[in-house]
């Protein structure tokens, strides 16, 4: 993953772009393969699978016949499967005219396979997306391991101050007289790490190599940039990971608490900031923004925001998570992305929250070039992020989408034919327009949206 640190040191435009097609082709790549070898196990032949469209720069031919190609816009891809007559040419209208008589070719075509096999390999494509990213989150559940309970100081992060004395390795027992709950306490947590005195240093009461003794440290969540929010204010003026804000409007800041008070206080005036980068002090400019962020009682709550993730002063020491215990995190994430997507929808199209929250190609591109600036973990991980989406978006009941032949192939369960030629043409055109509108209305919120 060398080369995600040499990109953007070509240009932010060109590392965004760079950026979005390798996101892009691994999630297209994935979408296109569910429907080809699910297609394939069922009986239909492809003729073709192209990432990209246009031009083909490079193809070859396997040993079943089909050509594998890239082609030179490499913005989506398909797969063309025998007798798919949306993609037919006159020379594939003969073939299928052929076939017709031949029962054993008829089988092997789209329109002449069962309809358990259309619609499987229908399904195929946005089934695998969802699996790629359950397999992506649980490889980096695994990676990652879980924090070590009770809370052990892994490796320190780099942060102004002096005179402290935490280790790799101490085992924390109290921050300032507050003892610690256990990791997986998470209400607890809460509520010690919202207790903590807004001072540093803080008493660490720390169990080290088995003797309990008492050291200065930091605030246990510092006013460190952990991860910086793709298109946040921060974002905007170029703040950094592990960028540490010392100071607001003049006014010292040793504990990321402190920042979100101030932001939520501003109403979306200017802030000016003083950050420690790498030991100098940079000072920055910044506007909050309105963010609408979803709750977990559901819901979404707008907040004033700069985009910045906070974390611990150190990152704490792992233990590995089983297999099964990261795969069920897989499924556990891949489910609340769909259902913060489809809730971020529901409230858009009500109007609950701003139709603002729907980015386009440009919005896609941008974050896909911050996450990439953030380490190949972060890019990785928003890449699964947006696979969800995309599964979820092709399951949508729109003609030419997925969903839409779903549907057209349960109106065929039900009434034994599938719709007439004529009916499908209207539907799919009316598709198209649905869909040229909302990528016409989300590339509008990326060039006019806050």
Known sequence: MEFLNILPEFGGIV????AFIIALSVIVAVHEYGHYIVGRWSGIHADVF????????????DRRGTRWQIAALPFGGFVKFA?????????????MAAAAVDPA???RTMHGAPLWARAATVAAGPLFNFVMAIGVFAAIFMIQGEARDPLTVGEMRALPGEGFDLRPGDEIVSIAGLPAPAIGDTEAWDAFTRAMPLEQPLAYGIRRDGVEMTVPGPHLMPPVAVQIAPRGAADDIDMRHNDVVTAIDGQPVVAFQQIRNAVEASEGRVLVLDVWREGAIVQFALAPKRVDEPQPEGGFRTQWRIGLVGGMAFEPATVAQGPVQALRGGVEQ?????QNSMSGLFHVITGAISSCNMSGVIGIAETSGTMAEQGAESFIWFIAVLSVAVGLLNLFPIPVLDGGHLVFYAYEAVVGRPPSDGVLRVLMAVGLTLVLSLMVFALGNDLFCP
């Not at 007798?83 to 073939?95: L, N």
């Not at 891949?334 to 769909?338: D, H, K, P, R």
Request: aromatic residues 10%; proline residues 3%; hydrophobic residues 50%.
């Open 15 to 18: 590392w965004q772009i760079v």
């Open 50 to 61: 192209s990432i990209g469209f246009g031009p083909v720069l490079w193809s070859r031919v």
């Open 83 to 95: 007798g798919d007559a949306d993609a037919a040419s006159g020379k594939d209208s003969a073939a």
């Open 105 to 107: 070719r008829l089988r």
């Open 334 to 338: 891949t489910w609340l992305v769909i």
